[in-house]
């Protein structure tokens, strides 16, 4: 049994992070930019503001989420590269971001869509960044002859 690298996690967990925080800006940055919407912290962590789906803008939102998750996948399998592992990643992160989002909205609890769409998104990340992970660990090892 091979031992665990604390310092190995805590660096994977705050790049996979950082990532994740980094193509979720660029997503919203392109609904800015394509479509005029606001760009501001508010986008990334405000509980305040209702997360509509039914609207233009709260359908792109949860669109940049959604695609946030799908990178979240490939970037699961660049750092974490352990198909067991992704899903304590996937969570860590998901939860991290629930907390983040609360302290920034001042202590605000948010609503059944805001959880109903990342749950979605983590599932999609975790599925897929399982898959990948595990396409990743299956390939055949080159023996150079």
Known sequence: MKRQDPLLISFQIVSLQCFYYAFMGIFFMGCHVIYGLPLSLDRFFS???SLDVLTESGGLEVLAIFASGLVGAT???TIVEKSRKCLD???TLYII???TCVVYSDFTLPNLTWWIVHFVALVVMVVLGEYLCSRRELQDIPLVS
Do not use: D, G, P
Request: hydrophobic residues 65%; aromatic residues 8%; without cysteine.
């Open 47 to 49: 509980l305040t503001r």
């Open 75 to 77: 970037l699961l399998r």
């Open 89 to 91: 990643f996937a969570v």
């Open 97 to 99: 971001h629930a907390v």
